[in-house]
């Protein structure tokens, strides 16, 4: 990737060059008014944001073209292929099994560890969503409903 000086000129060259295109394109739209003098009221605007997007493209291409300096001080073109060539080794052999390892640990760990320390739990009937320990409902779910029509909180210490 190389910098190109005339980018900025060349983004500007996409935009529309007077607010009279846009004009005639609100005319076509159909908006149930006269346009004649709209040009003139828009113009000022649309002016602004010609030049706040050229200055956007100005800058994004400034940035594209550091990016890509960085990019071949880390990557020189003589090395490029044999580096990106070793990375992609690493990548696969050392961070893709990690991952791996990590999906599989964090699954075990929900579905063993997590069950010993509070139990499972279920939506608690009445409550909007509140979460409450399956275990004290099924043991006395006649209570939980007296507590839920006596408008007691749902409290369980753990």
């Not at 060259?13 to 009279?20: R, V």
């Not at 979460?131 to 408008?151: C, Q, S, T």
Request: charged fraction near 20%; proline fraction near 8%; glycine fraction near 8%.
């Amino acid at each position: 990737m190389a910098f190109v000086p005339e980018a900025p000129a060349a983004a500007r060259k996409l935009l529309l060059p007077s607010g009279a295109a846009m004009s005639r394109t609100l005319g076509d739209a159909g908006l149930g008014f006269d346009l004649d003098g709209a040009g003139h009221f828009l113009s000022p605007l649309w002016e602004l944001i010609k030049a706040k997007a050229a200055a956007l493209a100005a800058f994004f291409t400034s940035l594209l073209a550091a990016l890509a300096k960085k990019a071949d001080e880390l990557f020189p073109p003589e090395t490029r292929s044999e580096t990106l060539g070793q990375w992609l080794h690493v990548g696969i052999t050392v961070v893709l099994p990690a991952l791996v390892l990590l999906c599989l640990a964090r699954c075990c760990w929900r579905c063993c560890c997590a069950r010993a320390r509070g139990g499972r739990t279920m939506a608690a009937p009445g409550r909007r969503g509140a979460r409450m320990p399956r275990g004290p409902f099924e043991a006395n779910p006649r209570g939980y409903f007296r507590d839920l029509r006596a408008n007691k909180p749902l409290v369980f210490v753990h």
